[in-house]
């Protein structure tokens, strides 16, 4: 299994999904994690290696770029299946993917926005954090949110990139604070709504400017519960993680497989978070990650 990384809580889901469902089924999982978005030459190297092992039967990709490793996957397909997870890939060499339309994750945060701002005459200031530049998901929420928010109140008056480490995104949240005081919400990637909610309260910004996630993650559902985030959709990263184990079993004994499957896409909210499934979509508080699952003896 290759990761783009572990750093938040959202790859965590999709790990323990994985996990879990490899032990009930009984099914040895070994897991490798690129560190980033920009490390696409490691995921090339992790993918070489998984490719040439004779021990691997199926591999899945949480892919750091969309079409980067398209040749040397469309290589590694001539042996074994090739799954992708979560993020968006380009077809070459790809069996089967797990995933929802990144593209309507981007227009649910958008339309939960527009919703909350309402109608009226003056423009209101947002600041927006698509995530890592080159990343498969990236372009697609971009564009849903854009076309979300047109003919809205809402400006963006700010795009800033970045990896998706909270220590990046704090930065980048504390830039734009700086250099545009005027914002009334801060909107985008998890790690960054995660460290708004403490920039926003050292700079006692709490009650003026507003956050809102484009996906769903522990912190964010606990700044939903303290009413400092204010939605996110979910896309079940955890029930993905198991239905990625699923079809790759299925692939390997031969039953019928679904090239395309995913999950709801969900907006929580205060208002909402009764009818949101909160297991497939969030690991248990106490889970490290695994990197490796070995079926019991």
Wanted: with cysteine; proline share 8%; charged share 25%.
């Amino acid at each position: 299994m290759l990761f783009p990384h572990i750093k938040d809580a959202y790859w965590l889901g999709v790990n323990y999904g994985m996990a879990e469902q490899a032990r009930k089924l009984g099914l040895a999982l070994q897991f490798f994690e690129a560190g980033g978005y920009p490390n696409l030459a490691i995921q090339r190297e992790q993918a070489r290696a998984c490719g040439a092992d004779p021990r691997v039967d199926a591999l899945i990709i949480g892919t750091v770029s969309f079409d980067g490793l398209s040749p040397l996957l469309a290589q590694i397909a001539r042996r074994i299946p090739v799954l992708a997870t979560v993020n968006d890939i380009a077809p070459p060499g790809i069996t089967a993917k797990v995933g929802v339309d990144w593209v309507e994750m981007g227009r649910a945060a958008g339309r939960r926005l527009v919703e909350e701002v309402g109608p009226g005459m003056s423009l209101v200031p947002i600041a927006w954090f698509p995530g890592p530049r080159g990343a498969g998901w990236v372009p697609f929420v971009d564009r849903g949110f854009r076309e979300a928010i047109a003919g809205s109140r809402i400006q963006i008056r700010h795009t800033a990139w970045g990896d998706t480490g909270k220590a990046v995104q704090r930065n980048l949240v504390q830039r734009s604070l700086d250099e545009h005081p005027q914002l009334r919400y801060l909107v985008g990637n998890a790690p960054m709504a995660e460290a708004a909610v403490s920039v926003l309260r050292e700079r006692g910004l709490q009650e003026q400017v507003g956050i809102v996630s484009t996906y769903f993650t522990p912190d964010v559902y606990r700044g939903i519960l303290r009413g400092r985030v204010l939605a996110a959709p979910t896309d079940a990263p955890v029930l993905q993680g198991r239905l990625s184990i699923d079809q790759a079993v299925d692939l390997l004994e031969r039953r019928p497989v679904a090239r395309h499957v995913g999950p709801v896409i969900r907006i929580v909210d205060r208002d909402r978070l009764t009818d949101a499934d909160i297991d497939d979509s969030l690991p248990p508080s106490n889970f490290a990650p695994l990197f490796r699952v070995e079926p019991a003896r």
